[in-house]
Protein backbone atom coordinates (compact mmCIF):
# COMPACT_ATOMS: atom_id res chain seq x y z
CA UNK A 1 0.00 0.00 0.00
CA UNK A 2 1.67 3.26 -0.71
CA UNK A 3 0.10 7.09 -0.20
CA UNK A 4 0.43 10.06 -1.28
CA UNK A 5 2.43 12.78 1.42
CA UNK A 6 1.58 15.73 1.58
CA UNK A 7 3.87 17.82 4.12
CA UNK A 8 3.33 21.17 6.06
CA UNK A 9 6.12 22.47 7.04
CA UNK A 10 8.37 25.90 7.74
CA UNK A 11 9.05 26.95 3.68
CA UNK A 12 12.89 27.74 2.91
CA UNK A 13 12.10 28.60 -0.65
CA UNK A 14 10.83 27.57 -3.75
CA UNK A 15 12.99 25.15 -6.69
CA UNK A 16 12.67 27.21 -9.65
CA UNK A 17 12.87 24.45 -12.21
CA UNK A 18 10.98 21.64 -10.45
CA UNK A 19 8.32 24.44 -8.76
CA UNK A 20 8.78 22.26 -5.68
CA UNK A 21 8.92 23.14 -2.48
CA UNK A 22 12.01 22.06 -0.90
CA UNK A 23 10.61 20.21 2.75
CA UNK A 24 13.54 18.34 4.65
CA UNK A 25 11.91 15.46 6.98
CA UNK A 26 14.48 13.92 8.29
CA UNK A 27 11.91 11.48 10.75
CA UNK A 28 11.78 7.63 10.62
CA UNK A 29 7.95 5.79 9.12
CA UNK A 30 6.57 4.13 11.86
CA UNK A 31 3.18 2.74 9.97
CA UNK A 32 0.76 3.20 7.73
CA UNK A 33 -2.58 3.29 9.82
CA UNK A 34 -4.60 1.08 7.44
CA UNK A 35 -7.95 2.30 8.43
CA UNK A 36 -6.91 6.10 7.64
CA UNK A 37 -4.15 5.18 5.24
CA UNK A 38 -2.43 8.15 7.47
CA UNK A 39 1.70 7.72 7.54
CA UNK A 40 2.59 8.03 11.28
CA UNK A 41 5.81 10.18 11.66
CA UNK A 42 7.67 11.79 14.74
CA UNK A 43 9.15 15.12 14.08
CA UNK A 44 10.83 17.31 16.48
CA UNK A 45 10.78 20.50 17.30
CA UNK A 46 8.63 21.45 14.00
CA UNK A 47 5.25 19.82 13.65
CA UNK A 48 4.83 17.87 9.85
CA UNK A 49 1.22 17.11 8.81
CA UNK A 50 1.36 13.91 6.60
CA UNK A 51 -2.20 13.72 4.23
CA UNK A 52 -3.42 10.34 2.08
CA UNK A 53 -4.15 11.01 -1.17
CA UNK A 54 -4.39 8.64 -4.39
CA UNK A 55 -2.56 6.05 -2.42
CA UNK A 56 0.57 6.97 -4.69
CA UNK A 57 3.20 8.37 -2.65
CA UNK A 58 5.16 11.65 -3.48
CA UNK A 59 8.71 12.11 -1.99
CA UNK A 60 9.69 15.76 -1.66
CA UNK A 61 13.19 15.03 0.09
CA UNK A 62 13.31 12.98 3.20
CA UNK A 63 15.99 11.40 5.54
CA UNK A 64 19.36 12.26 5.81
CA UNK A 65 22.49 11.16 3.25
CA UNK A 66 23.94 8.11 4.20
CA UNK A 67 28.05 7.08 4.41
CA UNK A 68 29.77 7.20 1.25
CA UNK A 69 30.55 3.64 -0.03
CA UNK A 70 33.18 1.96 -0.89
CA UNK A 71 34.89 3.02 -4.42
CA UNK A 72 34.26 0.79 -7.49
CA UNK A 73 36.79 0.05 -9.97
CA UNK A 74 38.04 2.32 -12.92
CA UNK A 75 36.37 2.58 -15.78
CA UNK A 76 38.07 2.89 -19.34
CA UNK A 77 40.35 6.34 -19.64
CA UNK A 78 39.02 8.17 -22.17
CA UNK A 79 39.89 8.07 -25.90
CA UNK A 80 39.55 11.50 -27.13
CA UNK A 81 38.56 10.67 -29.76
CA UNK A 82 35.25 11.05 -32.19
CA UNK A 83 34.11 9.55 -35.41
CA UNK A 84 33.02 11.91 -38.22
CA UNK A 85 32.23 11.61 -42.17
CA UNK A 86 35.43 12.37 -44.64
CA UNK A 87 34.16 14.99 -47.15
CA UNK A 88 37.52 15.27 -48.96
CA UNK A 89 40.42 12.06 -49.21
CA UNK A 90 41.80 12.26 -45.52
CA UNK A 91 45.06 11.11 -44.83
CA UNK A 92 46.13 9.66 -41.11
CA UNK A 93 47.67 12.74 -39.24
CA UNK A 94 46.39 15.39 -41.03
CA UNK A 95 44.37 18.47 -38.65
CA UNK A 96 40.84 18.23 -39.40
CA UNK A 97 38.09 20.65 -39.43
CA UNK A 98 34.32 20.44 -39.53
CA UNK A 99 32.91 22.57 -42.74
CA UNK A 100 28.99 23.91 -42.25
CA UNK A 101 28.16 20.43 -44.07
CA UNK A 102 29.15 19.17 -40.93
CA UNK A 103 32.05 16.69 -42.83
CA UNK A 104 36.29 16.16 -41.86
CA UNK A 105 38.41 18.09 -44.13
CA UNK A 106 42.08 18.60 -43.75
CA UNK A 107 42.61 22.17 -42.60
CA UNK A 108 45.16 24.39 -43.46
CA UNK A 109 46.41 27.31 -41.61
CA UNK A 110 46.50 29.75 -45.07
CA UNK A 111 42.84 29.27 -45.31
CA UNK A 112 40.58 32.51 -43.13
CA UNK A 113 38.18 30.10 -42.79
CA UNK A 114 39.78 26.78 -41.16
CA UNK A 115 40.69 29.51 -38.11
CA UNK A 116 37.94 28.10 -35.07
CA UNK A 117 36.97 25.51 -36.94
CA UNK A 118 39.61 22.73 -36.08
CA UNK A 119 38.64 20.14 -34.16
CA UNK A 120 41.66 17.42 -33.71
CA UNK A 121 44.34 15.57 -35.89
CA UNK A 122 42.86 12.32 -38.30
CA UNK A 123 44.18 8.85 -36.72
CA UNK A 124 43.12 7.52 -39.90
CA UNK A 125 42.62 7.73 -43.89
CA UNK A 126 39.23 7.79 -44.80
CA UNK A 127 37.86 8.41 -48.87
CA UNK A 128 35.15 10.56 -48.86
CA UNK A 129 31.85 9.23 -47.29
CA UNK A 130 33.97 6.77 -44.96
CA UNK A 131 34.40 7.19 -41.61
CA UNK A 132 37.59 8.82 -39.81
CA UNK A 133 38.77 9.13 -36.40
CA UNK A 134 39.55 12.46 -34.83
CA UNK A 135 41.63 12.60 -32.12
CA UNK A 136 42.27 15.25 -29.37
CA UNK A 137 44.03 12.87 -27.35
CA UNK A 138 47.12 11.02 -27.41
CA UNK A 139 48.30 9.62 -31.02
CA UNK A 140 51.72 7.64 -31.51
CA UNK A 141 53.49 7.40 -34.79
CA UNK A 142 57.02 5.57 -34.95
CA UNK A 143 57.70 7.33 -37.86
CA UNK A 144 57.40 10.89 -36.48
CA UNK A 145 60.32 12.56 -34.97
CA UNK A 146 59.51 15.10 -32.96
CA UNK A 147 61.10 17.24 -30.78
CA UNK A 148 59.28 18.14 -26.74
CA UNK A 149 56.58 21.08 -27.65
CA UNK A 150 54.40 22.40 -29.64
CA UNK A 151 52.81 21.23 -32.51
CA UNK A 152 50.67 23.57 -35.01
CA UNK A 153 48.16 23.25 -37.84
CA UNK A 154 50.13 23.84 -41.05
CA UNK A 155 49.23 23.46 -44.99
CA UNK A 156 47.39 20.84 -44.09
CA UNK A 157 49.90 18.61 -42.46
CA UNK A 158 50.74 19.55 -38.12
CA UNK A 159 54.46 21.01 -38.21
CA UNK A 160 56.71 22.24 -34.90
CA UNK A 161 57.45 25.20 -37.63
CA UNK A 162 55.07 27.99 -36.06
CA UNK A 163 53.43 29.58 -39.57
CA UNK A 164 54.76 33.06 -40.35
CA UNK A 165 51.38 33.60 -42.46
CA UNK A 166 47.93 33.03 -42.59
CA UNK A 167 47.18 32.54 -38.94
CA UNK A 168 48.62 30.01 -36.47
CA UNK A 169 47.27 27.30 -33.78
CA UNK A 170 48.71 24.43 -31.39
CA UNK A 171 46.88 21.41 -32.37
CA UNK A 172 49.11 19.06 -30.03
CA UNK A 173 52.13 19.21 -28.00
CA UNK A 174 54.84 16.28 -28.49
CA UNK A 175 55.27 14.27 -25.30
CA UNK A 176 58.38 12.30 -27.21
CA UNK A 177 59.57 12.10 -30.76
CA UNK A 178 56.74 9.86 -31.25
CA UNK A 179 54.24 10.29 -29.12
CA UNK A 180 51.65 13.94 -29.59
CA UNK A 181 48.55 14.51 -27.06
CA UNK A 182 45.86 16.90 -29.02
CA UNK A 183 45.93 20.26 -27.35
CA UNK A 184 43.46 23.17 -29.12
CA UNK A 185 44.81 26.10 -28.31
CA UNK A 186 42.33 29.06 -29.84
CA UNK A 187 43.55 30.38 -33.21
CA UNK A 188 46.19 33.71 -34.00
CA UNK A 189 45.81 36.11 -36.73
CA UNK A 190 48.96 36.79 -38.40
CA UNK A 191 49.76 40.19 -39.91
CA UNK A 192 51.82 40.29 -42.85
Known amino acids: MTVEIVVTAPVT ?30 VKPNVVEIIP ?7 IRAGIQGPQGIRGPT ?13 EIIGANAPIK ?7 YIASNLVGTDSGNIVGISENSALIGEEVQVS ?7 NWAFVLGAIYVGDRIITQTPPAIGF ?3 IATAISPVDII ?10 A
Do not use: C, Y
Open 13 to 42: EVNPITKVVDVIVNAPVVEVNPVSNVVEIT
Open 53 to 59: ENRTVTL
Open 75 to 87: GPSGSGSFTMIAG
Open 98 to 104: VNADGFA
Open 136 to 142: RGELHNS
Open 168 to 170: TQI
Open 182 to 191: GTLFHPVELT
